[in-house]
């Protein structure tokens, strides 16, 4: 019943129902049809963009990591988390608890699968060696003791979430107190190795 969530989601609503009665793609007796327009218009989007110029920085980062498309679709809909405000706070309410703004782990996983059943999600984006979080890509909430796996939240650093918003780039603050960002003078083919 809250306003501000309402109005953030019937907007995002109506943005997936104007790309599907767009595409002509749009049957009123199935629920799933304007997602799925929104989802197609989404991929044609995104495959114009990377034929038409430079790629975006989502593009640049999943191929620099070479992840995969369950993991790019965890770290696009956590960053997106992390970046508005309005889907914070749907999230909020999702996961019933008004405080916990982040996505827990086992929300996280089962908006990404079809499994009906915590053995069916995909645990093993979250294993700690694996692209997301052995390149610190993706953090998981170490603190709250006694809590498991699916409870404990997901969240992208500032860092990752700025450069897929922006392009922008920053040292993590971890290493910013020993390290410093340089932008080279000398191209790659220029050095003698």
């Known amino acids: 019943g809250d306003p501000e969530v309402e109005s953030a989601g019937l907007s995002l609503v109506r943005d997936v129902g104007a790309a599907a009665a767009d595409h002509g793609a749009r049957d009123e007796d199935d629920e799933e049809a304007p997602i799925e327009a929104g989802a197609a218009l989404l991929r044609t989007r995104l495959a114009a963009t990377a034929a038409a110029g430079p790629p975006l920085p989502f593009q640049i980062l999943c191929a620099r990591f070479d992840?995969?498309?369950?993991?790019?679709?965890?770290?696009?809909?956590?960053?997106?988390?992390?970046?508005?405000?309005?889907?914070?706070?749907?999230?909020?309410?999702?996961?019933?608890?008004?405080?916990?703004?982040?996505?827990?782990?086992g929300t996280a996983l089962a908006m990404l699968s079809d499994g009906t059943t915590a053995a069916q999600l995909p645990w093993e984006l979250l294993q700690p060696d694996g692209a997301l979080r052995g390149h610190r890509l993706l953090l998981v909430d170490e603190t709250g003791p006694g809590r498991g796996l699916a409870e404990r939240a997901l969240m992208v650093p500032d860092g990752v979430a700025a450069f897929v918003a922006r392009?922008?780039?920053?040292?993590?603050?971890?290493?910013?107190?020993?390290?410093?960002?340089e932008t080279p003078t000398e191209r790659w083919d220029a050095l003698v190795w």
């Not at 679709?73 to 405080?99: E, K, S």
């Not at 392009?167 to 960002?181: H, I, K, N, Q, Y």
């Open 167 to 181: 392009g922008a780039t920053w040292l993590d603050e971890e290493v910013a107190r020993f390290a410093r960002l």
């Open 67 to 105: 992840l995969g498309a369950d993991e790019q679709a965890l770290l696009l809909l956590l960053t997106i988390v992390a970046l508005d405000p309005r889907v914070r706070r749907m999230v909020a309410y999702l996961q019933n608890h008004l405080q916990r703004t982040r996505l827990d782990a």
